[in-house]
């Protein structure tokens, strides 16, 4: 196999991939969903709002609503002196104005009376006298300002939020918390979104056994199925597992031509490793052009992965040490499905660490390091130490121990201690 192992840059071989897909179709699948259900899909469409919000001026805090040309000058040793016109409603709209020299008491959220533009915070006012339960008698009453206001101040304005007619949230959009509550506040109650990715997993191998059985000696239960399964889930797509397939060309041809067929992309694990037995790359050739792309990345863990693309579906092949398979899975799986939802690009959540100790790495190669973060609290500051997390590829509770992955880049020979370094959570 001429290809095997001719090593590309991981940046190289993803933007080669995706570059050979196309979305499902000129328009990916999509359907009408409640918005409550909707947290962690993609938007097919643009969202306009179909009203401003808020749709009346409110107050921010409680207090009292006056022209703030009225407060002007006031402090503490010179108080102003306003009369209170009542009281607002919540929920309601006030059946009164504000006038020169009154004021309403107003609630957080409360709908500003006309001729009012700014609200006084309360602890900057006190009663002159004492109130009656009655509220009519609230109208005698006097209140002192201590503290002037500006005009706007400690008010929403109509629109501030959203304008009639903007477009909130544009196509391709993950919805997140903020995005349902967002909805749910312009009366949005549903909306559609991109139909979930459809990836097929296979893992191969003859000494690969069901995670319900007992293994004998020489077996080990497949992990890769389900670590991937996960990250696929958790990408936006929908995992479809067609079992364990024997160390046998054709049967494996058989599953991975049925699971392409059925699927958006396809992932194999094992059998792309330096192998008398390796049958991936072969597999992936016979599946459709232009078949495999890349074969070898120049990484750690990793190397052997292989990225193919046949009839326009992407194909990866994956090592079957679970580590390997599962941070491979995050440079590459991942991309592939966000491309497949048409999903808007966004960064990854990182954070800045501090390492602890020297990492060694190979000039020309990248390599990824699963680390642990330590949370150090020095007042309201809180800041992070790396801590590389040491093992082989085949150990998947030294990823299982990790809060994120650290990236040493190629042109770099290591990193040392007390070096500041971006760590992507996972």
């Not at 190289?12 to 909707?38: K, W």
């Not at 040490?321 to 491979?328: K, T």
């Not at 190669?365 to 949370?375: F, Q, S």
Request: aromatic share 4%; proline share 8%.
């Amino acid at each position: 196999m001429p290809e095997f192992l001719t090593l590309l840059p991981p940046d190289e071989a993803r933007a080669l991939l995706l570059s050979h897909l196309a979305s499902r179709a000129p328009e990916p699948d999509s359907e009408q969903i409640s918005v409550p259900n909707a947290l962690n899909r993609i938007l097919a469409e643009d969202i306009l709002a179909p009203h401003p919000l808020p749709e009346f001026q409110r107050s921010t805090v409680d207090g009292y609503a006056v022209r703030a040309q009225d407060t002007f000058g006031a402090s503490d040793s010179l108080p102003a002196y306003l009369t209170l016109a009542g009281e607002v409603p919540m929920g309601d709209a006030p059946a009164f104005e504000i006038e020169a020299g009154q004021c309403a008491l107003i609630h957080t959220g409360g709908m500003l009376p006309k001729g009012a533009d700014a609200v006084v915070m309360l602890e900057y006012t006190q009663q002159t006298s004492e109130a009656s339960k009655d509220f009519g008698s609230l109208k005698n009453l006097e209140i002192e300002i201590f503290r002037a206001v500006a005009t706007g101040e400690n008010i929403i304005h109509i629109g501030e939020d959203v304008a009639q007619g903007e477009r909130i949230l544009p196509k391709g959009t993950f919805l997140r918390p903020a995005e349902i509550g967002g909805l749910m506040a312009l009366g949005i109650t549903s909306v559609r979104v991109v139909k979930p990715v459809k990836v097929g997993l296979i893992s191969t191998g003859d000494e690969v056994i069901d995670p319900s059985q007992t293994p004998r000696p020489g077996q080990v239960r497949d992990i890769n199925s389900y670590s991937l399964g996960a990250l696929v889930e958790k990408s936006g797509g929908v995992a479809k597992r067609y079992g364990i397939i024997s160390d046998q060309f054709q049967a494996l041809k058989e599953a991975a031509a049925q699971a392409l067929s059925e699927c958006d992309a396809l992932i194999i694990t094992a059998g792309s490793s330096a192998s008398t037995r390796d049958m991936t790359a072969e597999v992936i050739r016979s599946l459709g052009e232009p078949g495999v792309l890349v074969h070898g990345i120049n990484t750690r863990p990793g190397k052997p992965t292989i990225l193919g693309v046949c009839g326009g579906k992407a194909v990866i092949g994956l090592p079957g040490n679970p580590v390997s398979a599962l941070v491979n899975g995050y440079l590459f799986v991942m991309p592939v499905i966000e491309k497949l939802l048409g999903a808007l690009p966004k960064p990854k959540a990182a954070v800045r660490a501090r390492l602890t100790v020297n990492l060694p790495s190979q000039a020309g190669r990248e390599d990824w390091w699963p680390v642990k973060l330590i949370v150090h609290r020095q007042s309201k500051i809180i800041n992070y130490d790396a801590e590389p997390i040491f093992g082989k590829s085949n150990l998947i509770f030294t990823l299982a121990g990790a809060d994120g992955l650290l990236r040493i880049p190629p042109d770099a020979t290591g990193l040392s201690a007390g070096e500041d370094v971006d760590v992507m959570l996972i």
